[in-house]
């Protein structure tokens, strides 16, 4: 087991470095056949139209913790623990949509460490990390994620 690290408690508060993501039409098509989704939909003459990108939101809740994994979030969270990533649990994750993401979109992501709690009973340490996504300076996604690291004090 993995031995608890003090500095953890201190990281409260830490800003991830700030991001931006273009959804293209090709990815959302993939993330669609991925999850075994895929519509059959009208042949558009423009990419950005079409069933698949006016909205994806609704259609694909985690879709925009996709674009934080494919910046490298789980990588990142793992350096400023300064562990292996293999030791994080994916916890939880929960989404609030404000607002659609469309194709043609270019999502900013913001992220936040806000709360980091050690379980000495059960010898967890939980991290809650929250993402604002904006759309042309609009929050259009709001995430909370927690990720996990058993630990001892010994």
């Not at 087991?1 to 990815?27: C, S």
């Not at 991925?34 to 609704?58: A, K, N, T, W």
Request: aromatic letters at 10%; charged letters at 25%; one cysteine or more.
């Amino acid at each position: 087991m993995m031995r608890f690290n003090q500095r953890w408690l201190t990281l409260e508060g830490h800003k991830f470095p700030v991001f931006q993501a273009y959804i293209e039409r090709d990815r959302v098509v993939r993330y669609l056949d991925f999850l075994g989704e895929r519509r059959q939909e009208p042949q558009v003459e423009r990419p950005q139209q079409g069933s698949v990108c006016d909205d994806i939101g609704p259609a694909l809740p985690t879709f925009a913790f996709s674009l934080e994994m494919d910046a490298g979030v789980v990588a990142t969270m793992a350096n400023l623990l300064q562990v292996e990533a293999n030791c994080l649990l994916h916890g939880e994750q929960s989404f609030t949509y404000h607002s659609a993401l469309r194709c043609g979109d270019l999502v900013t992501v913001e992220s936040v460490l806000l709360d980091v709690s050690w379980k000495a009973s059960s010898h967890v340490c939980f991290f809650g990390k929250e993402s604002r996504f904006l759309v042309k300076e609009r929050l259009a996604v709001s995430s909370r994620t927690v990720y996990a690291i058993k630990a001892t004090l010994v």
